[in-house]
């Protein structure tokens, strides 16, 4: 079974940083381009960012460009989003995701990842 597990959300002030996990379990994460992806209630789910399996292609929402980096660690089967200069606008819950990597780039598209997502992780910013 393709497993995605998401951690490192929890409450944070604005200005501050966290750094989320993607751990697969079941598979390796070799082959898969990986999204990262986050909904609020009453918003559809966003695309984040996303990196593409070997990791040569990233691609970020212009919203979080400059504040968010995406990496992978395919020794360790994990894939993380380092998230700094956390803005209120940030608070969602995060998921991450995985996909058949087409060509060369990631897709930002969240119909793109049809293999596996995770449960998702809260990430709050608030004084």
């Known amino acids: 079974q393709l497993q995605l597990v998401e951690s490192g959300g929890g409450l944070v002030q604005p200005g501050g940083s966290l750094r989320l996990s993607c751990a697969a379990s079941?598979?390796?994460?070799?082959?898969?381009?990986i999204g990262w992806f986050r909904h609020t209630p009453g918003k559809e789910r966003e695309g984040v960012s996303c990196?593409?399996?070997?990791?040569?292609?990233?691609n970020y929402a212009d919203s979080v460009k400059g504040r968010f980096t995406i990496s992978r660690d395919n020794a360790k089967n994990t894939v993380y989003l380092q998230m700094n200069n956390l803005k209120p606008e940030d608070t969602a819950i995060y998921y991450c995701?995985?996909?058949?990597?087409?060509?060369?780039?990631?897709?930002?598209?969240?119909?793109?990842?049809?293999?596996?997502w995770g449960q998702g992780t809260q990430v709050t910013v608030s004084s």
């Open positions: 079941g598979f390796t994460l070799d082959y898969y381009a």
């Open positions: 995701a995985a996909g058949p990597q087409r060509g060369y780039y990631c897709s930002g598209a969240v119909g793109d990842y049809v293999n596996s």
């Open positions: 990196i593409s399996s070997r990791g040569g292609s990233t």
